[in-house]
């Protein structure tokens, strides 16, 4: 119910799920971290696979931040949502050029 009345399931990224967070967060639902395994998946099974799901969840989260929901956009995000699309775009920015540089 809640992601029908917030709008439904986006698909403005190719990381729907941080999306889908903040897109709930903005209507005013709470959301929680549950430290539980509740599916399998399957992990990158070598090296390329690695960089790979790295790069998808770079590009993703830059698909955000300069969207709608990025932390400088007319939304109703509180500070810490904001500042939390800041902080990913800080670590993809710092971390992701050195892991290709090396």
Same mark, same amino acid.
């Given at each position: 119910?809640?992601?029908?009345?917030?709008?439904?399931?986006? /698909?403005?990224?190719?990381?729907?799920?941080?999306?889908? /967070?903040?897109?709930?967060?903005?209507?005013?639902?709470? /959301?929680?971290?549950l430290n539980e395994a509740l599916t399998e998946g399957l992990a990158p099974e070598g090296l390329k696979e690695y960089v790979t799901q790295r790069a998808r969840w770079c590009l993703g989260l830059m698909q955000i931040a300069r969207g709608r929901l990025g932390p400088f956009s007319r939304n109703k995000l509180r500070l810490r949502d904001r500042w939390s699309v800041v902080d990913s775009v800080f670590f993809w920015l710092t971390t992701f050029t050195f892991r290709i540089a090396s």
């Open positions: 119910r809640a992601v029908q009345a917030s709008g439904g399931f986006p /698909t403005d990224s190719i990381t729907e799920d941080f999306m889908l /967070t903040l897109q709930l967060q903005e209507h005013g639902y709470r /959301t929680v971290y």
